[in-house]
């Protein structure tokens, strides 16, 4: 089953705009990574925020975790045309072994 | 450093035939995922081995799917016989190791039962 659910499935901006995209979770976890995927190709690791983290910044990137509510919120600034892509949330749960379980994603599409 | 390597890249076979997949992961790497990835979801983990050992196997439909690691490097997903919902992506990943690390993803393979 889907662990992150995430929240809008699909996001169309200007470039420039920021964007910010939301998962939630039903279990509790060790930590929350958040992934990209340009169409058709794998997914790239953009950030990993622990449970005992509440933000973290990445360039370009921020991310906020609300262990209280299970979510998280992935915030990316000053958007360009090459930030075009998937965006899933990914949670490692506790006592899962390291098993991560990704959400449905969210579409970015930034206009230039 | 290279990348986690996939092949193929496209597979188009018809249904009740069988197919393997290869996935060699970054040099190092003692842990090495399968996903399936159908179109317009987030990955599914199938399988999920330390060195070549299984760690996670819930998810992976035995009575069609199969995967080793042999010599805990290089691995094969096979699918037999192949039914139409198995068209989606198979991904392939490998980490340091199975816990808080990010994961590094292949290309995948994109498979199509006709």
């Known amino acids: 089953s889907q662990q992150g659910e995430e929240d809008p499935q699909a996001l169309s901006i200007q470039e420039g705009e920021n964007a910010t995209m939301n998962c939630s979770y039903k279990?509790?976890?060790?930590?929350l990574q958040w992934y990209r995927q340009n169409s058709g190709r794998g997914l790239v690791h953009l950030i990993l925020i622990r449970s005992n983290e509440r933000e973290k910044h990445s360039g370009r990137l921020r991310v906020t975790l609300d262990t209280s509510k299970k979510s998280s919120s992935l915030l990316i600034t000053a958007s360009r045309a090459a930030d075009t892509a998937s965006y899933f949330c990914?949670?490692?749960?506790?006592?899962?072994?390291?098993?991560?379980?990704f959400g449905q994603g969210t579409e970015l599409s930034v206009k230039p | 450093e290279a990348g986690v390597a996939q092949s193929p890249r496209y597979k188009i076979i018809e249904k009740r035939q069988s197919v393997a997949f290869w996935c060699n992961p970054i040099?190092?790497?003692?842990?090495l995922y399968w996903y399936q990835q159908i179109l317009g979801q987030g990955p599914k983990l199938l399988i999920q081995?330390?060195?070549?050992?299984?760690?996670?196997d819930s998810q992976l439909p035995k009575d069609r799917f199969s995967a080793e690691r042999l010599k805990g490097v290089d691995s094969t997903l096979k699918i037999q016989p192949a039914k139409l919902e198995d068209s989606a992506v198979y991904l392939c990943?490998?980490?340091?190791?199975?816990?808080?690390?990010?994961?590094?993803f292949g290309p995948g393979t994109r498979l199509t039962v006709t």
């Open positions: 990943a490998s980490s340091l190791g199975g816990k808080a690390y990010e994961q590094y």
């Open positions: 081995f330390q060195n070549n050992g299984v760690v996670d």
């Open positions: 990914a949670t490692d749960a506790y006592n899962q072994g390291g098993k991560l379980i």
């Open positions: 279990t509790s976890i060790n930590n």
């Open positions: 040099s190092g790497h003692a842990t």
